[in-house]
């Protein structure tokens, strides 16, 4: 059985977890996610995508 999750929900299941568990502060999380925001409109943003596929790709591969 396959279950399909989009990344940005496992993110941010994995940013709630930091928040809660790790007790890393809101505005730590906000900012880190505002620094990704924009990088993604950098000359950086297509290899990170690629990496980040080929990654996802190595682990979902049987």
């Known amino acids: 059985m396959n279950i399909t999750l989009p990344l940005v929900l496992v993110l941010g299941g994995a940013a709630y977890a930091a928040i809660k568990l790790l007790g890393i502060r809101l505005w730590v999380a906000a900012l880190i996610a505002l620094f990704g925001f924009y ?17 996802v790709n190595a682990v979902t591969e049987k």
């Open 39 to 55: 990088l993604a409109g950098t000359f950086l943003a297509p290899v990170i995508d690629q990496t980040t596929r080929s990654g």
